[in-house]
């Protein structure tokens, strides 16, 4: 007694099952203090739908990572994006390092 997935396939299971194409980048925002660098960043993890209400001035390094879907024709991909929030000028001059996997600036 054969069922009608077997019927037509050779009694193989077929699946729509496409591998996705995982592309990961790094993105360093940097500028003089107090522009909004933390603001863009956070209102793109969001989806643009929250905007900061209170300033809080960064004070070291800070990861967002964020997946974004690539639409490109029958490709099936992401992209991975690591966004370093650097503090401002000001506030980047005196971070040296920020713990052992972190980063180290020149002096």
Request: one cysteine or more; hydrophobic letters at 35%.
């Amino acid at each position: 007694m054969s069922s009608k997935a077997d019927e037509g396939s050779g009694g193989l299971m077929q699946t729509n099952f496409r591998p996705t194409l995982m592309v990961r980048c790094k993105v360093v925002v940097v500028g003089d203090a107090c522009v909004g660098k933390t603001a863009i960043a956070q209102m793109f993890e969001s989806n643009l739908q929250h905007y900061p209400s209170k300033y809080n001035m960064t004070t070291s390094v800070e990861l967002i990572v964020k997946r974004v879907p690539i639409q490109k024709e029958e490709a099936h991909a992401m992209a991975e994006l690591y966004l370093f929030d650097c503090p401002g000028q000001s506030i980047f001059n005196q971070v040296s390092t920020k713990g052992p996997s972190g980063f180290a600036w020149p002096s």
